[in-house]
């Protein structure tokens, strides 16, 4: 059973509109949230996170809304540049001792179109 | 950019044979994890490390096995390589294996088994 789910596998947005990238959970036990960028034969990057305490965590052209009511986050980038293509993982994870692991979502796909 | 190297970053091999691979780092960081990606799956944890002799399996760990004698070095190792186990493989570190701390990702190896 998935427990963070990214339903949209890929977006296509064009060069300096806004790109909303969804992401729900359910385990209620997750406290803590991070987003990823991967570029293809790289890595996954740390973007952004939020905690549980907070519903927005903003850096720079990134932004991060969670709704914990509705188990939900979101990614938002503004403007979004061709740079941003990339996949972007959403993960949860709790803050307590002995949770030694991430969940991941499947991912999805952003084009920014220039 | 976090110290991860990984090795061999590409590897094709036959089916039932052992294969190893290697993540080393030089953040002296106490938590190593093996993911392994796969399309429509995302990232999967397979095995863990929180210190040296120190693991614990992930998500999908059957197959796989692990070790780490040095705070810098996790190996996996398939014993007996499979079609499935066809994927690429990042090494991921951190300092404090918290759920809300964020993980450091090598560059991935892809390992083709045929």
């Known amino acids: 059973d998935q427990q963070v789910k990214q339903n949209s596998p890929s977006l296509s947005v064009q060069e300096g509109r806004i790109s909303i990238l969804n992401c729900d959970y359910t385990?209620?036990?997750?406290?803590?949230f991070l987003w990823y960028k991967k570029y293809p034969a790289e890595g996954p990057t740390f973007l952004i996170s939020?905690?549980?305490?907070?519903d927005k965590n903003e850096d720079g052209r990134f932004t991060v809304f969670l709704n914990k009511s509705a188990k939900h986050l979101s990614l938002h980038i503004v403007p979004s540049q061709p740079g941003d293509s990339a996949v972007y993982f959403c993960?949860?994870?709790?803050?307590?001792?002995?949770?030694?692991?991430?969940?991941f979502g499947k991912g999805t796909k952003l084009s920014v179109i220039p | 950019d976090a110290g991860i190297t990984q090795s061999p970053r590409h590897k094709v091999t036959e089916t039932g044979t052992p294969v190893t691979l290697r993540c080393h780092q030089t953040?002296?960081?106490?938590?190593m994890y093996w993911y392994r990606q796969d399309p429509g799956h995302g990232l999967r944890l397979i095995h863990y490390?929180?210190?040296?002799?120190?693991?614990d399996k992930g998500e999908v760990s059957d197959g796989y096995s692990v070790s780490r004698s040095k705070t810098e070095d996790f190996l996996l190792t398939l014993e007996s390589a499979t079609s499935s186990q066809t994927s690429v493989y990042f090494c991921?570190?951190?300092?404090?294996?918290?759920?809300?701390?964020?993980?450091?990702f090598g560059q991935g190896t892809r390992l083709t088994v045929v």
């Open positions: 991921a570190i951190s300092e404090d294996g918290r759920g809300d701390t964020e993980a450091f």
């Open positions: 490390s929180y210190g040296v002799k120190d693991t």
């Open positions: 939020i905690s549980s305490i907070k």
């Open positions: 385990n209620s036990m997750f406290d803590y």
């Open positions: 953040e002296n960081h106490r938590y």
């Open positions: 993960a949860a994870g709790q803050s307590g001792a002995g949770s030694y692991q991430l969940t």
